[in-house]
C-alpha cells in the first residue's frame, strides 16, 4: 500500500529531472574529456571531419573518381588536379574524398556487427560457463591462433574481391576478439553482489544479462571498438592492395596504393597521398581509444 | 614444469586440430574449385573433370578428405601440390627459412627502437617529451607498414637510386645481399612493433619505479642510471616479453604484405599464391604452420616467464 502510494506521490518533475540528470552527467563527461584529454579531443575532431567528407563527398570532389581523361595520365599536381592524376588519369584527389567512404563503410559494418555477434557469444560463454564456454573458447583460440591478416586473406581470396566479401572476413577476425573481452567482464559481473542480488529476488538469466551484463560492459567494448577500427581499416587497405579486398574502379586507398606501385619514380605523389590519408585516419581512431581508455579507465594508464 | 610444457603442447594439438577442420571446410565450402580452374581453358569433358578429381582425392566427402588428409599429416606427409605435384612439406621448408628470418630481424630491430624510447618516456613522465614520444609510438602502430615499404622504396630509389638486389638469395649463399634485401621490409615490420614495446615498457617501467624496492635502492644513494637501467628495466622485461608473444600473430600476418612488395619467397607469399590457385594441401598445411608458429612461441614465451621472474617460477 505504502509503495503505491509512493509512487503516485512521486511529481512529474522528479521524475523528469532523472532524465535531465542523465544528459546533465552526460554534458558533464563531455566537458571534462575535452579538458583532461586534449589530445582524444582532436583525434575525435579529425574523425568528424573525415565522416564530414564522406558524407558530402560529391559537394567537395572536383571530378568524377571513376571517369577516366586520358589526355592528363600520371599528371603532377597542379592547380587543377591538386594531388595530381594516376595512370588513367582521374583526378587523385577526387579518389581521395570517395575513398574515405570505403574505408569508413568497411570500419563501420565490420565493428558494428562484430560488436554485436562477440557480444552474444561472450555473454553467453561467460554466462552459462561449463562446457558451453568451454566449446566456445576453444573455437575462438583456434581462430586466433592464425594470424588475423592471414585469416582475412585466406577468406577474402576464396570468396573473391567484393566489399561484402572484405567485410565477412574482418568480422571473422575481429568478433573473438570481442567476445573474449566481454566473456571475461561476464565472469566478473557474474560474481558481483548486485548480480547475486537480482538472482536472489528472482531475476531470470536473460533478465540479469540484459540489465545487469551489459550496461557494465559498455566501457571495455567502447575502447576496443575505436581501436578495432583503425585496425580494420589497415586491413581493408592491405586486403585492397594485395587485389582481394574492394574490386577495381571503387577509388579504395588500398587500391590506390596498389595502382601506385607500379609508378614509384615516375609518379611519386600517388604514393604518398592515399597512405598518408589511410594513417591520418588510423592514428585519430588509435589516439581517441587511448584517450578514452585513459578516460573511461584511469587505473590503466 | 615438463608436466605445464606436456599439457600445453596436447592442448595447442587441440586447437590446431580445430582450426585445421574450419579451414578445410571453408575451403571447399566456397564456389570454385581446383579442377575447374586446372581444366578452365582446355575444354575438357565431364569425364576427365571428373577423373582428375578422383585422382586428387577429391570426389570423396569433405569428412572423408579430413581423416584421409589428417591421418597422413599425423605420419608427417603433408600430401603433394595439386598444381606443381612437388611434396607440400618440401614447399614449405623452402620457404620457412626466410619467414623466420624476416620475423627474427623484426623483433630484434623493435627491441631495440622500442625499448630506449620507452624508457625515455616513463622517465620524462608526463611531460612534453613523454606526450610527444608518445604520438610518435601511436603513429608508429597507425601507419600501414605496406605503405611505409613502398616510401621507403621510393625514397630510397629517387635519392639514391638504390633499389634492394632483385632475386632472392638466402643469409648462407650471399649474406650481404641477403640482409640488403631483408633489411628494408624487416624494418617496416619492426616500426609497428616498436609502438607496441614503447607503449608496454613505459608502463612496466613506471610501475616499478612506483614500488617499494626502487624507494630503497634510491636511499642507499645509487645512481640513477643504474636505478634504471639496472632495477626498472630488467623487472620491467616480464612485460615486455609477454607483449612480444602477444605481437607474433600480427608480425606473421604483416609477412603477407612485405613478402609480395619485397618479392620475398617466403610462408606469406606462399600461402597467397596457394590461395588464389584453390592449391587445398599448401594452403590447409602452410594455415596449420603458421598455427603451430603462433603457439609454439607463446608457449616459449610463458616458460620464459619462470626464467626472467624467478617469483612465477616459485608459485
Request: charged letters at 15%; a neutral charge; proline letters at 5%.
Amino acid at each position: 500500500m505504502s509503495q503505491v502510494q509512493l509512487d503516485s506521490e512521486l511529481p512529474k518533475e522528479r521524475i523528469s529531472a532523472g532524465k535531465n540528470l542523465h544528459l546533465k552527467k552526460f554534458k558533464e563527461d563531455c566537458k571534462r574529456f575535452i579538458y583532461t584529454q586534449k589530445i582524444g579531443f582532436v583525434s575525435l575532431l579529425i574523425i568528424l571531419i573525415v565522416v564530414a567528407v564522406a558524407i558530402i563527398a560529391p559537394i567537395i570532389a572536383p571530378f568524377d573518381p571513376i571517369s577516366q581523361d586520358r589526355a592528363a595520365f600520371l599528371a603532377a599536381p597542379s592547380a587543377d588536379h591538386i594531388m595530381g592524376t594516376d595512370d588513367l588519369g582521374r583526378d587523385v584527389f577526387s579518389r581521395l574524398v570517395y575513398g574515405s567512404r570505403i574505408s569508413l563503410l568497411v570500419g563501420i559494418a565490420t565493428v558494428v556487427i562484430s560488436i554485436f555477434l562477440g557480444t552474444m557469444i561472450g555473454m553467453i560463454s561467460g554466462y552459462f560457463g561449463g562446457i558451453v564456454d568451454m566449446i566456445i573458447q576453444r573455437i575462438m583460440d583456434a581462430i586466433m591462433s592464425i594470424p588475423a591478416l592471414i585469416l582475412a586473406l585466406f577468406i577474402a581470396a576464396l570468396l573473391g574481391p567484393a566489399i561484402q566479401n572484405v567485410i565477412i572476413a574482418l568480422v571473422i577476425i575481429e568478433v573473438p576478439r570481442f567476445a573474449r573481452i566481454v566473456r571475461g567482464e561476464m565472469l566478473r559481473i557474474r560474481e558481483s553482489n548486485y548480480v547475486e542480488a537480482s538472482r536472489s529476488v528472482g531475476a531470470g538469466s536473460f533478465r540479469i544479462i540484459l540489465k545487469h551484463g551489459l550496461p557494465n560492459m559498455m566501457a571495455p567494448i567502447i575502447v576496443m571498438a575505436s581501436l578495432a577500427f583503425g585496425q580494420t581499416i589497415i586491413a581493408e587497405a592491405s586486403l585492397s592492395f594485395l587485389g582481394i579486398g574492394t574490386p577495381p574502379p571503387n577509388p579504395s586507398w588500398g587500391l590506390m596504393l596498389s595502382d601506385a606501385s607500379r609508378y614509384m619514380e615516375s609518379a611519386p605523389w600517388l604514393v604518398l597521398f592515399p597512405g598518408l590519408a589511410l594513417s591520418i585516419l588510423v592514428l585519430a581512431f588509435n589516439l581517441f581509444g587511448d584517450a578514452l581508455r585513459d578516460f573511461l579507465d584511469p587505473k590503466m594508464s | 614444469m615438463i608436466e605445464y610444457i606436456v599439457r600445453r603442447l596436447i592442448f595447442g594439438i587441440f586447437v590446431l586440430f580445430i582450426m585445421t577442420t574450419f579451414i578445410f571446410i571453408i575451403m571447399r565450402a566456397v564456389p570454385g574449385d581446383v579442377v575447374t580452374l586446372q581444366l578452365a581453358n582446355s575444354g575438357a569433358s565431364a569425364e576427365q573433370m571428373e577423373a582428375l578429381k578422383v585422382e586428387m582425392g577429391l570426389d570423396k566427402s569433405v569428412l572423408g578428405q579430413l581423416v584421409d588428409w589428417g591421418t597422413n599429416a599425423i605420419q608427417g606427409d603433408l600430401g603433394k601440390s595439386l598444381w606443381s605435384g612437388h611434396q607440400v612439406s618440401q614447399i614449405i621448408l623452402e620457404r620457412l627459412p626466410v619467414t623466420i628470418q624476416l620475423a627474427i630481424m623484426s623483433i630484434i630491430l623493435a627491441i631495440i627502437i622500442g625499448i630506449p624510447i620507452g624508457v625515455i618516456s616513463a622517465v620524462k613522465q608526463n611531460t612534453f617529451i613523454d606526450h610527444f614520444l608518445k604520438v610518435i609510438s601511436i603513429g608508429g602502430l597507425s601507419i600501414p607498414n605496406f605503405w611505409l615499404g613502398l616510401i621507403l622504396l621510393t625514397v630510397l630509389s629517387l635519392a639514391l637510386n638504390w633499389i634492394p638486389p632483385l632475386g632472392y638469395q638466402s643469409f648462407a649463399e650471399n649474406p650481404i645481399v641477403n640482409l640488403q634485401q631483408m633489411f628494408l621490409p624487416a624494418i617496416c615490420l619492426a616500426i609497428t612493433l616498436s609502438a607496441s614495446i614503447v607503449r608496454m615498457t613505459r608502463s612496466a617501467v613506471l610501475e616499478v619505479l612506483h614500488s617499494e624496492f626502487i624507494r630503497t635502492v634510491r636511499a642507499k644513494g645509487a645512481k640513477e642510471g643504474i636505478v634504471i637501467f639496472k632495477h626498472a628495466l630488467r623487472n620491467s622485461l616480464v612485460s615486455v616479453i609477454t607483449l612480444i608473444g602477444l605481437q607474433v600473430g600480427y608480425l606473421l600476418g604483416g609477412t603477407v604484405v612485405l613478402e609480395s612488395i619485397f618479392a620475398l619467397p617466403g610462408l606469406g607469399s606462399l600461402i597467397f599464391e596457394s590461395v588464389l590457385v584453390r592449391d587445398y594441401p599448401i594452403v590447409q598445411s602452410t594455415v596449420l604452420v603458421f598455427g603451430a608458429m603462433f603457439l609454439l612461441v607463446n608457449l616459449i614465451v610463458d616458460v620464459m616467464y619462470g626464467w626472467v621472474d624467478p617469483r612465477i617460477r616459485a608459485k
